[in-house]
């Protein structure tokens, strides 16, 4: 069974910091997303990952993809209040099988 | 206009009661699903359809029996409302299962409620 982990679970940042946001799976996928979601709001896709070394930008928010490892990086450069929301990765195995979310990462940026 | 439109947008109501939520997409997609998140945040699929068939029917009571009259469209009937179904439910939609680019696109949610 496919599991995700994310981490931290939660984080409190202050306004101009960098940080990282960890996503873990535990089974060989090179399919991996990044969604935001803002409070009672949808989801917002933000980044699609397709293979090993994977790395796409927009913004101040970087998505890396080590399908070795099996670990995806969300990178924060420069925070921004903006970018406070909670941000899940979700990976998909081949076929039939669906999407599976992480826990989310609740982003609180601070001045 | 909306990629991915639910309604009703809140929905509260009493136990054992039957409800529905109905989805449509206008992104030409083939592939239609039901999330639910909980109240701690925690996203799982429930269905998923494509085509107008049903391919990923997780471990969901059967009181909730999901429906696709066209590929636009993905439905969702609940029975015998539990409070423990209190939660948002969310459709999605992409252009198709195996393609590489399968970005969902999600809908607004319905925030169930029930008392």
């Known amino acids: 069974e496919l599991k995700v982990e994310q981490n931290p679970l939660f984080l409190s940042m202050q306004e101009g910091k960098n940080y990282t946001i960890y996503c873990n799976y535990s089974t060989t996928s090179d399919r991996l997303y990044w969604y935001r979601q803002d409070p009672g709001k949808s989801l917002e896709s933000l980044f699609v990952?397709?293979?090993?070394?994977a790395v796409k930008q927009e913004g101040r928010l970087m998505a890396s993809l080590d399908t070795k490892a099996r670990l995806s990086t969300l990178h924060i450069t420069a925070a921004v209040h903006d970018l406070s929301a909670t941000y899940f990765c979700?990976?998909?195995?081949?076929?039939?099988?669906?999407?599976?979310f992480g826990k989310g990462t609740r982003l609180s940026v601070i001045a | 206009d909306t990629a991915v439109s639910q309604t009703p947008k809140y929905l509260v109501t009493q136990m054992g009661n039957d409800k529905s939520i109905k989805c449509e997409q206008n992104?030409?997609?083939?592939?239609m699903y039901w999330y639910k998140q909980d109240s701690k945040k925690f996203l799982k699929i429930m269905f998923s359809?494509?085509?107008?068939?049903?391919?990923i029917n997780e471990t969901v009571p059967n009181r909730f029996s999901p429906k696709s009259p066209d590929k636009a469209h993905l439905n969702l009937h609940i029975n015998s409302l539990e409070l423990g179904d209190s939660a948002v439910y969310f459709c999605?939609?992409?252009?198709?299962?195996?393609?590489?680019?399968?970005?969902?696109?999600f809908g607004p949610g319905t925030r169930l409620l029930v008392l």
């Open positions: 990952l397709l293979s090993n070394g």
């Open positions: 359809y494509n085509n107008k068939e049903l391919i």
């Open positions: 992104l030409g997609h083939d592939t």
């Open positions: 999605a939609s992409s252009r198709n299962r195996v393609g590489p680019q399968e970005t969902q696109y």
């Open positions: 979700a990976v998909l195995l081949q076929g039939n099988t669906p999407l599976v």
